[in-house]
Nanobody, 122 residues
Framework: QVQLVESGGGLVHPGGSLRLSCAAS????????MDWYRQAPGKQRELVAT????????NYADFVNGRFTISRDNAKNTVYLQMNSLKPEDTAVYYC???????????????WGQGTQVTVSS
C-alpha cells in the first residue's frame, strides 16, 4: 500500500525553524513531482512549494518569501521542507503530495500524506 508519511511538525516560537520530512513507502518518489501544501483552520489548502523529479527546479508561493526550502533525496525516497523565520500565520497542517502524469492516458495520479501539524506561537 502506497504511503506518504510526514514528520517534523510541532510547536515553535515565532522566528524559529522546523524541518518537515515526507517519506514514501511502496512508491518510488524519484518519478514524482513533489509538493508541500498547507491548510490552516477555516481556510483552503494552499500550495507552499514544488520540486521537480530531479530536484533541479523549485517553486514557492509568494508568502514563503525566501524563508522555506524544499529539497529531496531520491536515494532515501524522502522530501524535505526546511522552514525558517516562522510566523504565527504559518500555523497549519502541512501535507506532502506526490504527483505525475501517466502515459499514454495523460491522467494525473496523486498521493497524499496524512499531514503534520505546525504551530507557531509564543
Amino acid at each position: 500500500q502506497v504511503q506518504l508519511v510526514e514528520s517534523g511538525g510541532g510547536l515553535v516560537h515565532p522566528g524559529g525553524s522546523l524541518r518537515l520530512s515526507c517519506a514514501a513507502s511502496e512508491l518510488i518518489l524519484s518519478i514524482y513531482t513533489m509538493d508541500w501544501y498547507r491548510q490552516a483552520p477555516g481556510k483552503q489548502r494552499e500550495l507552499v512549494a514544488t520540486i521537480t523529479t530531479s530536484g533541479g527546479s523549485t517553486n514557492y508561493a509568494d508568502f514563503v518569501n525566501g524563508r522555506f526550502t524544499i529539497s529531496r533525496d531520491n536515494a532515501k525516497n524522502t522530501v524535505y521542507l526546511q522552514m525558517n523565520s516562522l510566523k504565527p500565520e504559518d500555523t497549519a497542517v502541512y501535507y506532502c503530495n506526490a504527483h505525475r502524469i501517466t502515459m499514454p492516458t495523460m491522467r494525473r495520479v496523486d498521493y497524499w500524506g496524512q499531514g503534520t501539524q505546525v504551530t507557531v506561537s509564543s
